[in-house]
């Protein structure tokens, strides 16, 4: 997620990073959307400005760690670059520190370093799950070998499953990641891509994982035990 109120910064970083398509970018303008982003949605990187219209960055940082006790990696980026500002923002919760202008190798170079910190993949163009693959460079999907035929709605849908194992994922992100933040879709159409995805991959109890409905909220896809 980036929070970023210049448009134009904010559409080149949206732009470098939407280039590795295990990136989804969500972008806010203020802390105050940014706030209620965070609560509605899963994301595993936040990049963040320090100053913005209704509050600051740094504000909006320490929300996040001690009132809604998020603990996802923040990247801070500022023009600020004086010793005392670095030291407050990592003193806050940031984990890193980017002094504008941002320059592009470096900027993903940190956001991946904070994703290996998660467990995450950081550069593979393929996701897997039991004897599912997902190449998501080709957009090819094969089980067993074998290519499953899918929609390009029910592909964007697969690999946001297959990239948050164990994460709820509301109805909500799921509509503003496959069908952009202005789609006008009621959220039943959510509900038809997943179970369509559901049944075209057979991902059952059997394979060892299933896609649980959290009632009001959205979907997880999990790993069952073996355990008896």
């Not at 989804?24 to 940014?34: A, M």
């Not at 998501?136 to 094969?142: C, F, L």
Request: hydrophobic share 40%; proline share 3%; glycine share 4%.
């Amino acid at each position: 997620m980036l929070l970023e109120d210049d448009p134009q910064q904010a559409e080149l970083v949206t732009q470098w990073l939407s280039a590795d398509p295990l990136f989804n970018v969500t972008h806010y303008e203020n802390v105050k959307s940014f706030l209620e982003g965070c609560r509605a949605s899963v994301f595993d990187v936040a990049i963040m400005d320090w100053e913005l219209p209704d509050q600051t960055g740094l504000e909006a940082l320490k929300h996040l760690r001690t009132r809604d006790k998020h603990d996802f990696p923040v990247i801070f980026t500022t023009q600020r670059d004086s010793e005392e500002d670095i030291v407050e923002a990592l003193n806050s919760g940031a984990d890193d520190y980017l002094v504008k202008p941002l320059r592009k190798a470096e900027l993903l170079a940190r956001v991946n370093v904070a994703r290996r910190r998660l467990g995450l993949a950081s550069a593979s163009t393929t996701l897997t799950l039991g004897d599912i693959l997902v190449d998501t460079q080709t957009r090819i999907i094969t089980k067993q070998g074998e290519p499953v035929k899918v929609t390009q709605k029910d592909f964007d849908v697969t690999v946001h499953l297959l990239s948050n194992v164990g994460k709820v994922l509301s109805r909500e992100y799921l509509l503003k990641a496959v069908w952009g933040v202005s789609a006008d879709l009621n959220t039943r159409t959510v509900d038809m891509h997943v179970s369509r995805v559901r049944r075209s991959l057979g991902i059952n109890p059997d394979m060892g994982y299933c896609i649980t409905t959290i009632y009001q909220h959205g979907y997880r896809l999990e790993k069952i035990s073996n355990e008896t």
